[in-house]
């Protein structure tokens, strides 16, 4: 596949978690199979089961066919408890914020365009003020695409004893085309 501008998005809610679990796992499986002897890496079925507890979980899924090749999802942060503002002084005076918490390709649709497709389609269905991420630092590629899509770092932060240092992005929403 060079492109995917014929994918199909879906999306999905807190409710439909026990149906596309196990899509979700299998995709990060593939994604990451150079890296499942990683104890973080391991810990990702909780993540998936923290994010999708959150009744304001949202989550679209890309298939081409009924092949799913990648996913964006997350939730409304809690309101007051905007865990980015701690990096801006002073912090944005808009405080409604989208937590992006994955953005997950099978690597044979990596540098096609459908990570900015799920990643836009997820953010479209919202209307918060902001978007915040975070990033492998070790990935400067990654961290350059979401650049490129509007967010800027504002801080560094290690939130697991056995995570990554990531990047904290941060974007004002709309997004520019």
């Known amino acids: 596949m060079t492109t995917a501008t014929g994918l199909d998005l879906r999306h999905y809610t807190h409710e439909d978690l026990p149906r596309i679990r196990q899509t979700l796992l299998d995709v990060h499986a593939d994604a990451y199979t150079d890296r499942l002897d990683d104890p973080f890496v391991q810990r990702f079925p909780w993540f998936v089961d923290h994010w999708g507890g959150n009744p304001g979980f949202s989550c679209v899924i890309g298939?081409?066919?009924?092949?799913?090749?990648?996913?964006?999802?997350?939730?409304?942060?809690?309101?007051?408890?905007?865990?980015?503002?701690?990096?801006?002084?002073?912090?944005?005076?808009?405080?409604?914020?989208?937590?992006?918490?994955?953005?997950?390709?099978?690597?044979?649709?990596?540098?096609?365009?459908?990570?900015?497709?799920?990643?836009?389609?997820?953010?479209?269905?919202?209307?918060?003020?902001?978007?915040v991420l975070s990033v492998d630092v070790r990935r400067p590629k990654v961290q350059a695409l979401y650049e490129s899509w509007g967010y800027r770092k504002v801080g560094e932060q290690q939130p697991f004893a056995d995570s990554p240092l990531f990047a904290v992005m941060l974007a004002e929403l709309p997004l520019p085309d």
Not at 93 to 99: D, G, I, K, V
């Open 63 to 131: 298939y081409d066919g009924e092949e799913p090749v990648g996913y964006a999802y997350g939730a409304p942060a809690t309101p007051g408890r905007e865990w980015w503002r701690e990096f801006l002084d002073p912090a944005p005076e808009a405080s409604r914020t989208f937590a992006l918490s994955e953005l997950m390709m099978r690597p044979r649709w990596r540098r096609t365009g459908a990570s900015r497709l799920l990643h836009h389609g997820l953010l479209a269905k919202h209307d918060e003020d902001l978007a």
